[in-house]
């Protein structure tokens, strides 16, 4: 647990955009340093809050979560409002702190993290997606653009008693650690901005896995174990172009469910 603790808190400092506090769970996070802009004049910033809201440095963009609508303000004119999503009592809705301005200002990307805590026995875990809506010039509406998973963290309990604590040489969690961080393609010479999802996974102790291991069945441990083992398949990049409605991968990513409330 201490070290799943430690991890988390790792995160949650790496992936916090400049002058921007994140929300619980939220994961923009290592190698990306806002603002930052492409070739096409796209830029992408961080908010900040103040009185419940989210604004440019300039105060030209707000994001507003309020108790029926998620409102995107351009000065004090709603430019785009959409309604507040549903969620139930294990789930907790933030705005993203980040805000992708489009060249001109012609248009704006902001976003709502949707994070979701489960409790197991010994242990617990969270998810937390980002969905971003995008408006586009004048217009009233805002629509969604794209959903994508921003961060992951779970603890699963593995000792329950003192065999299983000297089998699992005192690592008695299993521990899962998920990260996505979204930035600007800088090389973009025009148009809408084009996206990059950066993702990075990893499990403790070793090489683990949720859905098709059982951790207490297991040979015992050895000290070659006691390492943070990178996940290849769910550390992986993706390019997001817009197609005139939403976002679209160029490649569509894994599922990662180890890292996900199931």
């Not at 949650?12 to 806002?34: D, F, I, M, N, R």
């Not at 930052?36 to 979560?65: H, I, K, P, S, Y």
């Not at 015992?220 to 990178?230: G, M, R, Y």
């Not at 992986?236 to 894994?254: M, Q, S």
Request: hydrophobic share 35%; proline share 6%; charged share 25%.
């Amino acid at each position: 647990m201490k070290r799943l603790m430690i991890a988390a808190a790792l995160l949650a400092c790496a992936c916090t955009p400049p002058a921007a506090e994140a929300p619980e769970g939220a994961a923009p996070h290592e190698g990306v340093s806002l603002p930052m802009a492409d070739a096409a004049g796209n830029r992408m910033e961080a908010l900040t809050e103040q009185n419940g809201r989210w604004c440019t440095g300039d105060g030209a963009w707000c994001a507003v979560l309020g108790e029926s609508e998620f409102a995107l303000m351009r000065g004090e004119q709603d430019v785009g409002v959409v309604p507040r999503p549903a969620i139930d009592s294990h789930e907790s809705l933030a705005v993203w702190p980040v805000i992708v301005r489009e060249a001109r200002d012609e248009g704006a990307i902001v976003g709502l993290t949707r994070s979701r805590n489960e409790s197991y026995s010994g242990g617990g875990g969270n998810t937390s997606y980002v969905t971003l809506y995008r408006v586009q010039g004048g217009g009233q509406s805002a629509t969604e653009a794209l959903t994508f998973q921003s961060g992951g963290s779970f603890s699963i309990r593995a000792c329950f008693d003192e065999d299983d604590r000297q089998a699992r040489r005192d690592a008695c969690s299993d521990e899962y650690i998920f990260g996505g961080d979204l930035a600007l393609d800088e090389a973009n010479a025009s148009g809408p901005p084009r996206l990059v999802l950066q993702t990075t996974a990893t499990t403790y102790p070793g090489r683990r896995s949720r859905l098709s291991s059982d951790s207490t069945t297991e040979a015992p441990l050895q000290e070659s174990d006691l390492v943070t083992a990178a996940d290849p398949d769910c550390s992986y990049r993706r390019v997001l172009t817009f197609n005139g409605t939403a976002y679209e991968y160029d490649t569509p990513p894994p599922a990662c469910e180890d890292y996900q409330t199931q």
